[in-house]
């Protein structure tokens, strides 16, 4: 929320520095600019895909709590119903009130926990991921000598679709997906493969192995 926030603040004063430039000096400015849907690209992406799926399974199972718990409330009320009914036993209905107030804190309690887990699980699964997308961004930015990469969903009314760069970043962000479910065996990447290598750090890497062997030619 406060990159979304501090990406429109920068389209806006990037709109209002330009609006106070003459034409002929801005004639003469050549400012690459690309636009980027980075929802889109998490949506499209098989790793965006993989951690909504791993998400909506999480939410799917804490649901299926709650409502067992439901089950048992209302199984519950539905005996006390009876007991006031047809029996005068204070001492069995206490204990059947006692019980689905024990059941409802339980439930709130739940709700709680699962709120609390599904917001720890959403982190661990999607930083990485726009982690990655603009570590991507940023690589593609450098490769192509793009100065301004804009977030499409925040401040475009029209675009030719030349300067849209979002399946491409769509089809990296693929690529590394796969670099890092081949690196683990094939076993799927959960928590956005958390303790692993982004793609920048991957070069870093590299490129300090091919430092080393350079280093070892000249030695020998």
């Known amino acids: 929320m406060k990159g979304q926030i501090f990406a429109l603040v920068l389209v806006f004063l990037t ?23 980075t929802d889109k690209v998490f949506k ?19 649901q299926k709590k709650g409502e067992q718990l439901d089950k048992e409330i209302a199984t519950a009320e539905e005996k006390l119903a009876k007991q006031q009914a047809f029996l005068d036993n204070k001492e ?27 917001a720890e699980k959403r982190q661990d699964l999607l ?11 940023k690589k593609l930015s450098m490769e192509e000598s793009y100065d301004i990469v804009l977030e499409k969903q925040l401040f475009v009314l029209y ?4 300067y849209d760069i979002t399946n491409r970043i ?8 796969k670099d890092k479910a081949q ?20 070069e870093r890497s590299k490129g300090k192995e091919k430092e080393s062997e350079s280093k070892d030619k000249d030695i020998k």
Do not use: C, H
């Open 15 to 37: 709109a209002f520095a330009l609006a106070f430039i003459s034409a002929p000096t801005l004639a003469q400015i050549s400012l690459r600019i690309a636009v980027a849907d």
């Open 44 to 62: 499209e992406s098989i790793w965006g895909k993989k951690a909504i799926e791993e998400l909506e399974r999480e939410t799917g199972e804490w």
């Open 92 to 118: 069995e209905e206490q204990k059947l009130q006692n019980e689905i107030e024990m059941k409802r804190m339980e439930g709130r309690d739940l709700i709680q926990q699962g709120n609390a887990r599904l």
């Open 127 to 137: 930083e990485p991921i726009l982690e990655e997308i603009r570590n991507l961004i």
């Open 159 to 162: 675009l030719n679709p030349e």
């Open 170 to 177: 769509v089809v990296m962000l693929d690529k590394v997906y």
């Open 183 to 202: 690196d683990t065996g094939g076993k799927s990447l959960k928590s956005g493969v958390s303790g692993r290598e982004s793609s920048s750090d991957l």
